[in-house]
Nanobody, 114 residues
Framework: VELVESGGGVVQTGGSVKLSCVMSGMVLRAYEVSWHRQAAGKQRELVASITLFGTPTYADFVKGRFTISRDNDNDAAYLQMDTLKPEDTGVYYC?????????WGQGTQVTVSS
């Protein structure tokens, strides 16, 4: 089973990036999906999550700027990131969870330049 994130890069303040998470070996549609991030020297934190049925939740610091979604037909999940700020810089990880079972991707770097 593998989770692979993509879409990171360098973007200017106020810009947008869309991250993708694709699962192989299992069907992502059977898992709750969440995005987490980790800035240098800081702990990993939850950014957003989405249930099997598509109900999203967001951390306060991204509400109104980020949108999480999923495409169950293609076993993929996304994180649309708008109005980016320098403090959004970090490695973004996708996680798939079902009960006590969870999988993490390797992460993708997002750097927001001021």
């Amino acid at each position: 089973v593998e989770l692979v994130e993509s879409g990171g890069g360098v973007v200017q303040t106020g810009g947008s990036v869309k991250l993708s998470c694709v699962m192989s070996g299992m069907v992502l549609r059977a898992y709750e999906v969440s995005w987490h991030r980790q800035a240098a020297g800081k702990q990993r934190e939850l950014v957003a999550s989405i249930t099997l049925f598509g109900t999203p939740t967001y951390a306060d610091f991204v509400k109104g700027r980020f949108t999480i979604s999923r495409d169950n037909d293609n076993d993929a999940a996304y994180l649309q990131m708008d109005t980016l700020k320098p403090e959004d810089t970090g490695v973004y990880y996708c996680r798939a969870r079902r009960g006590g079972e969870e999988f993490w991707g390797q992460g993708t770097q997002v750097t927001v330049s001021s």
